[in-house]
C-alpha cells in the first residue's frame, strides 16, 4: 500500500497481531488508515465504488446511493484518498475515483494474524 494516514507514509512492515511490538509510528500510520475506513460513508463509498462497473466512479455517481451532498461526498472522498485506499484521476472538469487493491490487500494482511495468513493463502 502506497500510504497511510498520508500518501507519503509506507505500511508498517509488521502486523500488530504477528505477536511482535509494532513501532509507535507504524501503529500511527495503521490507525490513520482504520480511522479513514471506520466511518458508515467510507465504507459504503469504497463498496459503491469497487462494484460500479468501470470500477471507478465520480462524485456524481456517489452522491444520490449515499444520500449526501456533493461537498459532504468530495470530503469522504478525499480522506479515503489521502489514506491510499483510493486513487485519483482528472477527466476534463471530472474526477474518478478507483480502489487501490494493494491497498486493501495490505490492510487485510496486516489484521490477519500469521497462522491464519499462511491457511488463508493454502486454500
Excluded: C, F
Aim: net charge positive.
Amino acid at each position: 500500500m502506497k500510504g497511510v494516514g498520508t500518501s507519503n507514509a509506507a505500511m508498517p512492515a509488521i502486523s500488530p497481531l504477528a505477536g511482535e511490538p509494532i513501532m509507535r509510528a507504524d501503529a500511527e500510520r495503521l490507525a490513520g488508515v482504520l480511522k479513514a475506513i471506520a466511518d458508515p460513508a467510507r465504507l459504503r463509498l469504497l463498496s459503491l465504488i469497487q462494484s460500479a462497473p468501470d470500477g471507478e466512479a465520480s462524485v456524481s455517481d456517489l452522491t444520490a446511493p449515499l444520500g449526501l451532498s456533493q461537498p459532504t461526498v468530495s470530503h469522504h472522498l478525499r480522506i479515503l484518498t489521502e489514506a491510499g485506499l483510493l486513487e485519483r484521476e482528472k477527466r476534463g472538469v471530472w474526477a474518478y475515483y478507483s480502489l487501490v487493491p494493494s491497498a486493501i490487500g495490505a490492510i487485510a494482511d496486516l489484521l490477519t494474524p500469521p497462522r491464519k495468513r499462511a491457511t488463508r493463502r493454502a486454500r
